[in-house]
C-alpha cells in the first residue's frame, strides 16, 4: 500500500464513521476504496468490517442522551442482532467466493435504493403519532432486525438504513431516538462479526488500522455536527460512490 493508497483509506475510513452516524452507509465509501487499491472483494469486506467497529463505537457514545430509558428495547433487539450478525459472518466465510462476488453487485444496488428511500421512510416516521404497540420491538420487528443483521454480517452496506426503515414501520417513535438504538445495533453486529472474522478469514491488517483511526474519528463528527450536513448532499455522494463500486465489479 503506498502512501497515497493509505491516505485514501484513512479518509475514507472517516467518511464512512461520518456517514453511518448520520444515514448509516458508510461501507459504500470504505468498500470502493479498497478494491480499488488492489484488495480481493472478500478481504476487503472483512478488514472493513473490522475497521468499522471503532466509528460504531464513537457514534454509539454521541448517541447515549438518546439511548436513555431504552434498555429493554436494546437487550430485545440487540440479541437478534447478534445472532444475526454471526450468522452473516459465517455466511461469507462458507461461501464460495464466487458467490461473494456474483452478489455483492446486487446487495450494493439494494443498499443504493435504501439509501435514496430512506426521507420517505424519515417523513412516515416523522407523520405517525400515538404510543407503539410494542415500545420494546415486535416479534416481527425483531424478525426483520434478525435477517437484517445476518445481511450486515454478510456485507453491510446500508444495514443501518435497513434497521432504520424497519423500526419506522413498526415502532412509533422519535427518530433521533430510532437512530441511537440502530447506532448500537450495527456496533453490535459489526462487532460479533469482526471478531468472528479475526479468527476465521483473510485480513488486511493495516487497511483495518487505517479505517478504524478514521472511522473513530468520523464517528465523533457525525456524532456532534453530523445532523447540520445537508443530508441530500450526503445521499448523493453515497449513490456516485455504490455506482462506482458496481461498475468496478462487473467489469473486473
Request: hydrophobic share 55%.
Amino acid at each position: 500500500m503506498t502512501p497515497w493508497e493509505g491516505l485514501a483509506v484513512f479518509a475514507a475510513g472517516m467518511g464512512a464513521g461520518t456517514i453511518n452516524v448520520i444515514v448509516g452507509s458508510g461501507t459504500l465509501i470504505t468498500f470502493p476504496v479498497l478494491l480499488a487499491i488492489g484488495l480481493p472483494p472478500v478481504t476487503a469486506n472483512v478488514s472493513n468490517t473490522l475497521g468499522l467497529v471503532p466509528g460504531s463505537v464513537s457514534g454509539a457514545i454521541g448517541y447515549r442522551r438518546e439511548l436513555t430509558d431504552q434498555k429493554g428495547r436494546l437487550i430485545r433487539l440487540g440479541v437478534a442482532a447478534l445472532l444475526g450478525g454471526l450468522l452473516g459472518a459465517f455466511l461469507l466465510t462458507k461461501l464460495p467466493s464466487k458467490a461473494f462476488d456474483a452478489i455483492v453487485p446486487v446487495l450494493i444496488l439494494l443498499a443504493l435504493v435504501l439509501v435514496v428511500i430512506q426521507p420517505r421512510v424519515a417523513r412516515a416516521v416523522a407523520a405517525r403519532g400515538g404510543k407503539p404497540t410494542h415500545p420494546d420491538g415486535s416479534p416481527l420487528l425483531v424478525a426483520g432486525i434478525f435477517c437484517s443483521a445476518v445481511y450486515g454480517g454478510y456485507f453491510g452496506a446500508a444495514q443501518g438504513v435497513l434497521m432504520l426503515a424497519l423500526m419506522g414501520m413498526l415502532l412509533r417513535d422519535e427518530l433521533q431516538r430510532m437512530n441511537a438504538v440502530k447506532n448500537v445495533l450495527a456496533l453490535i453486529v459489526n462487532g460479533v462479526a469482526a471478531i468472528f472474522f479475526m479468527f476465521t478469514a483473510s485480513m488486511d491488517w493495516l487497511a483495518a488500522l487505517l479505517i478504524a483511526v478514521g472511522s473513530a474519528l468520523g464517528g465523533l463528527i457525525g456524532a456532534k455536527v453530523g445532523r447540520r450536513l445537508p443530508p441530500t448532499a450526503l445521499r448523493g455522494l453515497i449513490v456516485v460512490v455504490g455506482l462506482a463500486a458496481v461498475t468496478k465489479l462487473l467489469l473486473t
